[in-house]
């Protein structure tokens, strides 16, 4: 069975720091480009920031650029996300996603919650 869990997610103030971590099994990790995403109170889920499959990163939402920085350990079959700098305007379910071809996991998400 495929399983992604996310963790890390919780209550921090704004200028702090977080790190997520995505444990995933059940498929063959090293060959998916692994994704962040983001979904705010009323908001669409955004894509946040992506790492290929031979560990190039790219982060794709300006507003994080600089703060967030995802890597992977394909050893561990794992993905993270380093959140520094926090905003209120990072809060939100973070949720993360495996893509190779036509395949699509996701996790159920993790909430992290931004005080001002």
């Known amino acids: 069975q495929v399983h992604l869990v996310e963790s890390g997610g919780g209550l921090v103030q704004s200028g702090g720091s977080l790190r997520l971590s995505c444990a995933t099994s059940?498929?063959?990790?090293?060959?998916?480009?692994m994704s962040w995403y983001r979904q705010a109170p009323g908001k669409e889920r955004e894509l946040v920031c992506t790492i290929t499959s031979l560990g190039v990163s790219i982060s794709v939402k300006d507003s994080v650029k600089g703060r967030f920085t995802i890597s992977r350990d394909n050893a561990k079959n794992t993905v993270y996300l380093r959140m520094n700098s926090l905003r209120p305007d990072d809060t939100g379910v973070y949720y993360c996603?495996?893509?190779?071809?036509?395949?699509?996991?996701w996790g159920q998400g993790t909430q992290v919650t931004v005080s001002s």
């Open positions: 059940g498929f063959s990790f090293s060959s998916y480009a």
């Open positions: 996603s495996a893509a190779w071809g036509t395949a699509r996991y």
